[in-house]
């Protein structure tokens, strides 16, 4: 009985030091300078991108540089890498969202043309 | 009347605990939290205007690149440069109001404000110039000769000969992809307003030392906000400007 108690208020404190932790920690400015010249670096990546011969893959190259970006933003500038569970399980869950929203929409629109049907 | 039990003496270098609230960390998280459930909320409402971009896009690529094609590139690039700019001073603000320096949230909230209002001053220029070219949308709208001839090569049907219903259905779509444009930006621009306005609020509020604790709280929430504006601008800008 005695040994759960114990055991118990460990966790107890181990959860409030870690709570502690995540609400104060202090990013360095150098890191958020890095995060800065990164997201230039991606910028002009995005532009030079737009004007190589891609083809078809313009929008997922754009697309993925500019999820990065949004990425390094979310990750560092809005702290979240430094934040609780559960803003992280609230900020992916928002990405999810989106996810889910375009996929089904495109199997919709994409597919429309697929099936013959008559009279349509 | 100030006893110690309800004193609000503001600059104590700690946060007051509001009284349902466990403890400064359980206060912290649930600000915090407050600000993304609103923010995923914000998402949904920017990716229904996604969503709408996604189809039409889909629908007519010739029209959409055509239209991005008379989007000022640069000058969304040297915004996105601003804003990006912005977000830094932003982060260096919450990160002052951490460590405690207050004159360093003020500044740095006032360059905050200062690039966001240099990218509306921005943006509203890129728009005069747009509608002085009949590109807003409505009764105005003027699809010029080169524009026409552009979207005609885009409708031929299978004999190489012109479709009139394609064409102006593509026309059509040319208009969309300015639609999509105007309120994209336009409702993008009205959140940098409200942040812009949060932002000056609150370098008045910190200056005159309103918040307990530096406003660490505050202040980190008030960035979240702006940083997801940012972030919102980072997917608008090669969707409406890059199309290549």
């Known amino acids: 009985m005695a040994h ?18 995540q609400a104060h920690h202090v990013i360095e400015v150098r890191t958020y300078v890095l ?56 900020a992916v869950g928002s990405l999810l969202w989106v996810g889910l929203l375009l996929a089904f929409l495109l199997s919709d629109y994409l597919a429309r043309g697929w099936l013959h049907i008559l009279g349509k | 009347m100030h006893t110690s039990s309800t004193s609000t003496a503001p600059d104590e270098g700690t946060q007051l605990l509001l009284s349902h609230f466990d403890d400064l960390d359980q206060q912290h998280l649930t600000s915090n939290l407050g600000m993304w459930f609103f923010l995923v909320s914000e998402v949904m409402f920017f990716s229904g205007l996604i969503a709408a971009y996604t189809v039409y896009r889909a629908l007519a690529p010739d029209a959409f690149k055509l239209g991005s094609h008379h989007m000022a590139m640069w000058v969304g690039f040297f915004n996105t440069l601003v804003l990006l700019t912005s977000s830094l001073t932003m ?88 639609v999509l444009y105007f309120f994209m930006t336009g409702v993008h621009a009205f959140h940098m307003i409200v ?21 660490t709280t505050q202040v980190e929430v008030l960035g979240l906000y702006w940083h997801f504006v940012d972030v919102v601008w980072v997917f608008l800008y090669p969707l409406l400007y890059l199309i290549e």
């Not at chain 2, 919450?94 to 990218?119: E, K, P, W, Y």
């Not at chain 2, 009949?134 to 012109?162: I, M």
Request: net charge positive; aromatic share 12%; glycine share 6%.
């Open chain 1, 35 to 90: 995060i800065y010249i990164a997201l230039m670096l991606f910028l002009a990546a995005t532009v030079a991108a737009s004007f190589m011969p891609l083809g078809a893959f313009h929008l997922p190259v754009a697309m993925t540089i500019a999820l990065i970006k949004a990425v390094l933003i979310v990750l560092f500038f809005m702290h979240v890498y430094y934040s609780a569970p559960l803003t992280w399980i609230t």
């Open chain 2, 91 to 178: 982060a260096f603000a919450v990160r002052c109001s951490q460590v405690g320096d207050r004159r360093g949230i003020v500044r740095n909230l006032i360059l905050t404000a200062l690039l966001g209002t240099i990218f509306l001053g921005v943006k509203a220029s890129e728009y005069k110039t747009e509608i002085d070219h009949g590109y807003l949308p409505g009764r105005s709208f003027h699809v010029s000769e080169h524009d026409a001839e552009v979207l005609k090569a885009a409708s031929l049907d299978a004999n190489g000969n012109l479709d009139e219903a394609k064409f102006s259905r593509n026309k059509g779509q040319f208009q969309m992809m300015f």
């Open chain 2, 195 to 215: 942040g812009i306005a949060a932002v000056l609020i609150f370098a008045v509020l910190i200056r005159i030392k309103w918040f307990s604790g530096f406003g």
């Open chain 1, 4 to 21: 759960t108690s114990h055991s118990h208020s460990q966790t107890n404190l181990a959860q409030t030091t870690d709570a502690h932790a």
